[in-house]
């Protein structure tokens, strides 16, 4: 149940949590890309207190968090309104 949480349900509050503090798509995928990687970090140390796992997993498992964070992000936002010019 834990990796379920860490893995998925963590960086999809983390880009619903940057969509609601910033206004903008760039500074809350920013956020949400920092904040999902070190919230990763904290939790493979918080749940492996032995030290069995290193900052390897952490690094290895770290692109799922990140594109699950802006994905939520993207979808947050949604389809832009501007409409193109045609050319």
């Known amino acids: 149940m834990k ?9 999809v509050l983390l880009g619903v949590a940057s969509h609601f503090l910033f206004r903008t798509v760039k500074s809350a995928a920013c956020a949400a890309t920092i ?20 900052w390897l997993v952490a690094l290895l498992v770290s692109p799922l968090v990140i594109a699950m964070a802006v994905i939520t992000v993207m979808l947050c936002f949604g389809r832009s309104r501007v409409r193109r010019r045609a050319t």
């Open 35 to 54: 904040s999902s990687m070190l919230a990763v970090c904290i939790c493979v140390r918080a749940l492996d207190p032995d030290g069995s796992w290193s």
């Open 3 to 11: 990796p379920i949480i860490v893995l998925l349900l963590l960086p």
